[in-house]
């Protein structure tokens, strides 16, 4: 059977009143042959495919997901798919799905039952952007290996594209310390003149020019933005090439959010962007480096105002997720297309004219380094919303309950 052409039940059903007994009992044969055939390839497949109802209850599976998640078959049966898949907001998808507004969403997972592992999960709906669920169709990929290959890729790449961005890095200090050198010169001028007592002549006075004072504060102040420009691309450099472990203690993440919104709200408000910040109340504490979680806001933060032109709105959501804390940053920008979307985490990847690509790539190490996830989702012209899920507590395994 072609899985181009209609399937057989379809053809056969506008003529099953013209049939006789003979005719049905070939007709049922027929379907049960391609139920028989269809079953096969759903069984078949390589990658998870899990069914689940508008109630998040799983109706069927295959033999894949099965053997991803770590379950049986007496498990599986009707029970919801968050005992499988804690980590999700189910609600929330359903929720969008029931509104017609679910569109395919993309999450990684790292599991540990019934072995420590990483899967990619794809959702969409049943029925399309209908309003009203029908249920959810899952798709799980193990990337474990490509994971690992990923990093190891990465590793290698790293060192050869240190010579590469050393050589960027240089080109990029060497203007500030142009610059610096220039100013300094001028500085020493002044300095030697006021030492010899010596005033402006009084043709230059009469001619509007400032006072030596004056202009060796004006030297004064671009040398310190110079300073500080390459202190940012150092800073940069250093972390990209050799992150610090981060030092954990139990910390309010709504406080590092207020921190960092608190550092960033001049520059959003030059550019006429406001920020809403809807901290959740009572939020557990969980192990984590402020200082590091400081600097994925900071970046996101910046990426968000970088997408949004004059005006637009940045939120910032903090709540408490499975077994750890939900951070959310979301700004109203032109949003990422598809094909970009898959890559914006690679180092050097990246839109902007001046952009390092090193930003997303730092967030998500610093994430990583915490056990955390990080997922994204974009709609090109409507925004883009980055996801930061913290856990309250160190990975350790977690078993299914037994079977009652």
Do not use: C
Not at 232 to 240: S, T
Not at 301 to 321: D, I, V
Not at 342 to 354: A, C, G, M, N, W
Request: charged content about 25%; overall charge neutral; glycine content about 8%.
């Amino acid at each position: 059977m072609s899985l181009n052409e209609p399937s057989f039940f379809k053809k056969i059903l506008p003529k099953l009143h013209r049939l006789d007994d003979s005719s049905l009992q070939a007709v049922i044969k027929r379907l049960a042959e391609e139920r028989s055939f269809l079953e096969t390839l759903f069984h078949t497949i390589e990658d998870g495919v899990i069914v689940v109802n508008a109630k998040a209850r799983i109706l069927f599976f295959n033999e894949a997901s099965m053997r991803l998640l770590g379950f049986d078959r007496e498990q599986a049966e009707t029970h919801a798919i968050g005992r499988f898949l804690p980590d999700i907001d189910w609600e929330d998808l359903l929720r969008k799905d029931s509104e017609g507004g679910l569109q395919l969403q993309r999450h990684e997972l790292e599991v540990s039952y019934p072995r420590a592992r990483f899967i990619s999960l794809v959702v969409a709906p049943l029925d399309g952007d209908a309003v009203g669920s029908s249920g959810l169709v899952l798709i799980l990929h193990d990337i474990t290996d490509a994971r690992k290959q990923t990093h190891d890729a990465i590793e290698t790449e790293r060192t050869q594209a240190l010579t590469l961005l050393a050589a960027s890095v240089a080109h990029e200090i060497g203007n500030p310390l142009n610059a610096l050198s220039i100013h300094l010169q001028l500085m020493e001028r002044e300095l030697a003149k006021l030492q010899r007592g010596r005033p402006p002549a009084p043709a230059a006075r009469e001619a509007g020019s400032r006072a030596p004072l004056d202009r060796l504060g004006d030297y004064v102040e671009v040398a310190k933005g110079e300073i500080l420009r390459l202190d940012y691309i150092v800073k940069d450099f250093l972390q990209a090439i050799r992150p610090a472990r981060p030092v954990l203690k139990r910390v309010s993440v709504n406080l590092v959010v207020s921190e960092a919104v608190d550092l960033l709200r001049p520059e959003f408000a030059n550019r006429g962007i406001s920020i809403d910040q809807e901290l959740a109340a009572g939020l557990p504490e969980p192990l984590l480096d402020a200082g590091q979680i400081k600097q994925v806001l900071v970046n996101l933060m910046k990426n968000a105002m970088q997408a949004m032109t004059k005006g637009g709105r940045l939120t910032l959501r903090t709540s408490e997720g499975s077994q750890g804390v939900m951070l959310t940053v979301e700004d109203t920008g032109h949003g990422i297309p598809p094909e970009e979307l898959t890559r914006i985490f690679e180092p050097f990847f990246t839109t902007r004219k001046k952009g390092s690509g090193l930003g997303l790539m730092i967030v998500q190490r610093i994430v990583t380094e915490h056990h955390g996830r990080i997922g994204v989702e974009s709609h090109v012209g409507k925004g883009t919303q980055f996801r930061v899920w913290l856990p309250l507590h160190e990975p350790r395994p977690r078993l299914l309950p037994q079977a009652t």
